[in-house]
Structures are given as C-alpha cells and as structure tokens.
C-alpha cells in the first residue's frame, strides 16, 4: 500500500494562499458590477460600498432604453443558434464517430482548421456574404454567423463524445429494425446527454455573449443584441456606467440559471473523449 505523502506547512501555506487570490480575482469584477449598479451616477467610481442605495439605474435601464428589443433579439437569436447548432453538430459527430465515408478526413480538417482563423478576420468576408443574401439587421443573418463559429468545434468534441459509446448500441438497434438516424435518435442520443448539455452550452455563451458581429451585422439600436446594446451605455460621447453595470447584471442572470441547470453535466461531458470504452 503506497504511502500519502504529507504537505509541508509551507506548500499548504502556498496552496490555500493561491486559491484565496484566486478567488478574489475571480469575484472582484461581478460583485464590483453588482453593487456599482444599485449606486447614484455620481458614486459610480466611488471605492466605498453602496451609501444611497437605488433601483435606478434599473428602472432606466428597463424603461428608458431598448433593453426589451435587444433581450428579445438576443433571445430569438440564442434558441435559434442553440437548437440549429446543437441538432447538426449532433448529427455531425454522430457520422464521423461511426461511418467511413469518401470525404470524411478532409471534412475533419476542415471543422480543425476553421477553429485557427480570429473572429476579426472573418468579419469583412462574412459581412459582404450577409449584405448580398440581404441578412444584414436580421436575427438570421446572425444565427447563420454564430453557427459558422460553433458547430465545428461542438462537432468534434460530440465525435470524442460518441466514441466512448459502445457500438454494439447501434449494432442492437439495427437488430430491432432501426435506420441509422432511428438508431440515432432513439437510442444514442438518450446516452449523449452530458455532451449536448456541453455543446448546447458553448453554443448559448457563444451567441449571448458575442460583440463583434453583433454590432458590425446589426445597426439602430432596436435591432442590437444584448451584448451590443451594453455598447451604448460607453462611447466616445460619454458613459454612464450605472445603467452599464445594471444591465450588465441583468445579462448575466440566464447565463447564470443556464449555467446551473448544464453544470452537474459539463465535467463528464467535457472528458467523455480522453477515454474510449
């Protein structure tokens, strides 16, 4: 029986050390844009805690801009590119983890080198693509874009996450008289839930939180997403940081819940491909 090597004081000293700073660099900022949206504009850089507490900058925020036209966009926006998104990178992996078919190596690097190219690069091409299809301020227009950035990378890790399930799963459900996508729906799909709560995660944070295309595809301020409209708040005229950090935090709510209800999923399904069954 191997023997539990004990930490010195010192390293324990050192480990607790790093994990308090840690935290504290991690908490800092949300809980700075907390309480800096329920202060006065004029307390907005103030190093003090919350002195004339006020709901204002919420209310302002609700009621004299167009926070419910970008939330509704946002939200048109996310389901569209979380269920299209989720459905093909299903599909995908699905494929790729368990056919052989002429194209299918070049398909993989393909889904491999899309990942290399910074977002800013594709902008312009994307743009020009946008503007002739005439997709520009549409919410499809932006759904189009967002898949482009995650179904190749959900594509892949749904592939690792499809080979650690047995194929004699598949082999059983030819046996009964199911096609391919039956044996798919019915009886993969069931067994991939840590991996779709995985892809469908990446996919929600990648059309809710994106800017870059979100304000060069989407002009007027009706027509912004959530994550443009913060934009408005801070430009070169001028900033109010109040209703900034209100909205901030009100955008960071159904991340949050959609966070908890993924997270007893995301570490399994996150390290279903360093092992096959």
């Known amino acids: 029986m191997a023997r539990t090597r004990k930490r010195s004081p010192l390293a324990s000293f050192g480990l607790h050390a790093g994990l308090v700073v840690a935290t504290v660099c991690a908490l800092f900022p949300p809980l700075w844009l907390l309480v800096t949206s329920f202060k006065p504009k004029s307390e907005s850089f103030s190093a003090s805690l919350v002195r004339n507490f006020t709901f204002g900058n919420y209310s302002h925020v609700i009621d004299d801009t167009h ?14 590119t979380t269920v299209v998104g989720v459905f093909i990178a299903a599909t995908t992996g699905y494929a790729i983890s368990r056919f052989r078919f002429p ?10 080198i899309t990942q290399m190219f910074p977002m800013a690069v594709l902008i312009v091409p994307l743009y020009n693509t946008m503007a002739k299809l005439g997709l520009l301020n549409q919410p499809l227009g932006l759904i189009i874009t967002y898949l482009t950035v995650a179904v190749p990378f959900c ?3 749904m592939k690792g996450f499809f080979d650690t399930i047995p194929v004699d799963i598949d082999e059983s459900g030819r046996v009964d008289g199911l096609n391919p996508f039956g044996t798919f729906w019915r009886l993969i799909l ?41 934009q408005t708040f801070v430009n070169r005229y001028g900033a109010d940081w109040g209703s900034m950090t209100a909205a901030a935090v009100i955008i960071a709510v159904p991340a949050a819940v959609v966070f908890g209800l993924a997270q007893r999923h995301l570490v399994s399904g996150l390290t279903a491909g360093a092992t096959k069954s």
């Open 190 to 230: 069931p067994l991939a839930r840590p991996g779709l709560a995985v892809t469908g995660f990446y996919t929600f944070v990648t059309a809710w939180a994106e800017v870059a295309y979100a304000t060069a595809f989407m002009t007027g301020e009706e027509n912004l997403t959530l994550a443009g409209g913060l």
């Open 155 to 157: 594509a892949w890790m």
């Open 103 to 112: 194209g299918m190596r070049p398909l993989m690097w393909v889904l491999l």
């Open 67 to 80: 926070f419910l036209d970008w939330f509704a966009n946002s939200l048109i926006v996310v389901v569209g």
